[in-house]
Structure formats: C-alpha cells, structure tokens
C-alpha cells in the first residue's frame, strides 16, 4: 500500500519517486497547492476504492497522513465487499 501511495503522489505532483518520503507535504513539495491535493484525494480514491469525508480530506496534509487514512478505509472496504 505504501508503494502505491507514493507512486500516486509522485504521478499526481509530477515529482520523481525517490523524492516522495513520508513526511511530504504542502509545506516542503511547492508542487502540492490545493488544486493537486484534490487530484491526488480522486487519484487515491480511485485507486484504492475508497472515498473520504471532508474533515478527512482537510486532514491529510502530509503522506504519512494520507497513508493513515488509506488504511483507516481499507477493512472497511473489505467488510462491504463481503456483505
């Protein structure tokens, strides 16, 4: 899951993958205003199935966050697949 966070982060900010780490965020990555946040919240959405609430979205502002929501959504996205 990891990789494939930061293979979308680096896609959606058009940075290369060796400069994508965990603690990325709006503050050292220019490239990540408010409009490539968006992109990148329907890019993990996409992704991984899975969608987030507004104060979720608000929230993740670091990939170490984003990462913490992904997996928050991913049991959740098991369960109701096998209801």
Excluded: C, Y
């Excluded at 507004?54 to 959740?76: G, N, R, T």
């Amino acid at each position: 899951m990891k990789e494939r966070v930061f293979q979308i982060v680096s896609q959606v900010l058009g940075l290369p993958l060796d400069q994508i780490h965990e603690q990325s965020s709006p503050e050292n990555i220019e490239a990540w205003d408010s409009l490539k946040h968006m992109n990148l919240i329907l890019a993990l959405e996409e992704e991984f199935g899975v969608q987030f609430t507004d104060e979720k979205i608000v929230e993740m502002l670091s990939v170490k966050l984003i990462m913490e929501a992904v997996e928050e959504l991913l049991p959740q996205v098991k369960n109701d697949s096998q209801r």
